[in-house]
C-alpha cells in the first residue's frame, strides 16, 4: 500500500513523519484540500523507505521520532544523489531557542513549534518550497575553483565535495548570488531564514563561523567577509 502511494504521479510531494499522526490529520487534510499528495507515517524506518522509494519534495518531521533522527533523511536523500535536493521541516514540541537553533543549525530549512496553527504552517511550508523553486533555476555559482551547485545541492573545491549543507548551504548560496555586495544581519535573517521570528542575529554569526571552518581546508575561508559595523559579504579572493 505504501508503494502505490508514493508511486503517485504527482510533483507536490508532501511526507509528515510524526509520532502521533492524528496531530497532523488537519495539516494534511488542508494541505490535500489545495493540491498536494500528502503521506503520514508514524514509523521511522519506514520513512526513510518512502524518501528512498519515492523523494517527495518536502519532509515534515517530528524532532522527537522515535527510532528516527530527522537529519538520516537527509543522510539517507544524500546517499542517493537525487537530482534535486530534499527541503526539511522540523516540528517539535519544544520551543525554546537553543532546541530552534539547533534544528536550523543541523540542516533543516525551517522550524516550526508545537502547538501549531494550520495557517502558520502552510505559510511556512509555501516559503521554503518557493525557496526550492529559486533554487532550481539558478545556474552553478562558480569563483574560481569553488562551485555551487544549486541542481544537486553540492559544494566543490578543487575537485572535492565539501560538507555544506542547511543554513550554512543557504548562507553561502544567497551570498554567492550577490558578490561584492554587503548584507547587514537583518536582510540575512529575512533571506536566508525566511524572517523566522525566533531567530535572533547571533545565529548569523554562528553560521558564518561555521562556513568560514568548512571552507577554510582548501582556502576560501576569507571569502566570506565581515564588514564592521554593518554585515557580510562575498568576495572573490
Known amino acids: 500500500m505504501l508503494a502505490s502511494m508514493l508511486a503517485a504521479e504527482n510533483q507536490k510531494q508532501i511526507l509528515i513523519v510524526d509520532r502521533d499522526v492524528a496531530t497532523v490529520e488537519p495539516l494534511r487534510q488542508h494541505l490535500k484540500h489545495v493540491g498536494f499528495v500528502v503521506l503520514a507515517i508514524s514509523d521511522g524506518a519506514a520513512a526513510?523507505?518512502?524518501?528512498?522509494?519515492?523523494?517527495?519534495?518536502?519532509?515534515?518531521?517530528?524532532?522527537?521520532?522515535?527510532?528516527?533522527?530527522?537529519?538520516?533523511?537527509?543522510?539517507?536523500v544524500r546517499k542517493a544523489r537525487l537530482v534535486?535536493?530534499?527541503?526539511?521541516?522540523?516540528?517539535?514540541?519544544?520551543?525554546?531557542?537553543?532546541?530552534?537553533?539547533?534544528?536550523?543549525?543541523?540542516?533543516?530549512?525551517?522550524?516550526?513549534?508545537?502547538?501549531f496553527s494550520v495557517r502558520e504552517a502552510v505559510a511556512r511550508i509555501n516559503a521554503v518550497l518557493r525557496a526550492r523553486r529559486h533554487d532550481t533555476n539558478r545556474a552553478a555559482l562558480s569563483f574560481d575553483s569553488l562551485t555551487l551547485n544549486t541542481s544537486t545541492n553540492r559544494v566543490t573545491a578543487q575537485g572535492a565535495v565539501l560538507n555544506v549543507r542547511g543554513a550554512e548551504y543557504r548562507l553561502l548560496e544567497f551570498l554567492m548570488s550577490h558578490p561584492g555586495k554587503t548584507f547587514n544581519r537583518t536582510q540575512l535573517l529575512a533571506q536566508v531564514w525566511a524572517g523566522n521570528a525566533e531567530i535572533d542575529e547571533r545565529t548569523v554569526d554562528v553560521n558564518v563561523q561555521r562556513l568560514r571552518k568548512i571552507l577554510a581546508a582548501p582556502g576560501y575561508e576569507a571569502c566570506i567577509q565581515t564588514v564592521r559595523g554593518f554585515g557580510y559579504r562575498f568576495i572573490e579572493r
Not at 65 to 76: F, H, K, V, Y
Not at 89 to 95: A, E, G, K, P, R
Not at 97 to 106: P, Q
Request: aromatic share 4%; charged share 20%; with cysteine.
Open 48 to 76: 526513510v523507505v518512502a524518501v528512498e522509494l519515492r523523494p517527495p519534495q518536502l519532509v515534515i518531521v517530528d524532532w522527537n521520532m522515535p527510532g528516527l533522527a530527522p537529519l538520516e533523511l537527509l543522510e539517507c
Open 84 to 115: 534535486q535536493p530534499l527541503r526539511l521541516i522540523i516540528l517539535s514540541d519544544l520551543s525554546g531557542e537553543h532546541e530552534i537553533v539547533s534544528g536550523l543549525n543541523m540542516g533543516a530549512d525551517d522550524y516550526i513549534a508545537k502547538p
